[in-house]
């Protein structure tokens, strides 16, 4: 079981727990996306609000032989429910959006990438209990309201160029994981500068029903 391998595999600091083995998406390139009134069906049978339909923005199944149907589906997808205005206004640029390294297995993260100028995001959302995010970061947490949500800081004291805000869902957490780029470090920027902004820029997202 090894959720730390999220972090590894993704760009430092998932931070998570747990995983066997894993079934990815790779990577395509970026380029933007009308958000479109068509509300998908997944074959899971999980339907959703209105999303960005790029075929290359769609989240892989969350069946295949590691998922052992034991946990909900994760239905807030960071790629296809997020949409420009919030990035924009999050300080990021919509066009970088980008399918992150999935992880569907025991447990599933779903995962998007953006840069920006002085920070690059990774969200990762998944269906890991929110006692399980605290069994694992508890140490380098500390707690955190965002926007009204169970929220906590988790700063890796290994890794000084990053930052990372777990918010609570019903399903379990999403992570807003950012990296300080080489312009955020020439401007002065310590490594949680601005990253509560960037959170409650994008939390309003996630959905209140989830």
């Known amino acids: 079981m090894r959720l730390s391998d999220l972090a590894t595999a993704a760009a430092t600091c998932a931070l998570l727990v747990l995983s066997v083995g894993c079934a990815r998406e790779p990577d395509a390139p970026a380029e933007p996306t ?13 339907t959703s609000r209105p999303t960005l339909t790029a075929p290359h923005l769609q989240p892989p199944s969350q ?53 920006g100028l002085h920070w690059n995001l990774q969200i990762d959302s998944g269906n890991a209990s929110w006692q399980e995010d605290l069994d694992k970061n508890g140490e380098i947490s500390e707690p955190l309201v965002v ?19 777990h918010v609570r869902t019903r399903v379990g957490f999403v992570i807003f994981n950012t990296t300080r780029t080489f ?19 994008l939390e309003p ?6």
């Not at 009308?34 to 999980?46: F, H, K, L, R, Y």
């Not at 312009?183 to 820029?201: K, M, N, P, T």
């Not at 997202?205 to 989830?210: D, K, R, V, W």
Request: net charge negative; proline share 5%; charged share 30%.
């Open 34 to 46: 009308p958000v479109s009134a068509d509300i998908p069906s997944s074959s899971e049978g999980v």
């Open 63 to 115: 069946e295949n032989e590691y998922t052992g149907g034991k946990r909900s589906k994760v239905v807030f997808d960071p790629c296809t429910w997020i949409g420009d205005d919030a990035v924009a206004r999050a300080g990021l640029d919509p066009a970088s959006r980008r399918r992150g390294q999935d992880l569907i297995t025991e447990y599933t993260f779903l995962t998007c990438d953006f840069d």
């Open 147 to 165: 926007n009204g949500r169970e929220a906590m800081w988790v700063r890796d004291p290994h890794l000084v160029k990053t930052c990372d805000i």
């Open 183 to 201: 312009e955020g470090s020439e401007a002065g920027l310590e490594r949680c500068d601005g990253v509560l902004r960037i959170a409650e820029a």
């Open 205 to 210: 997202s996630i959905g209140a029903e989830n």
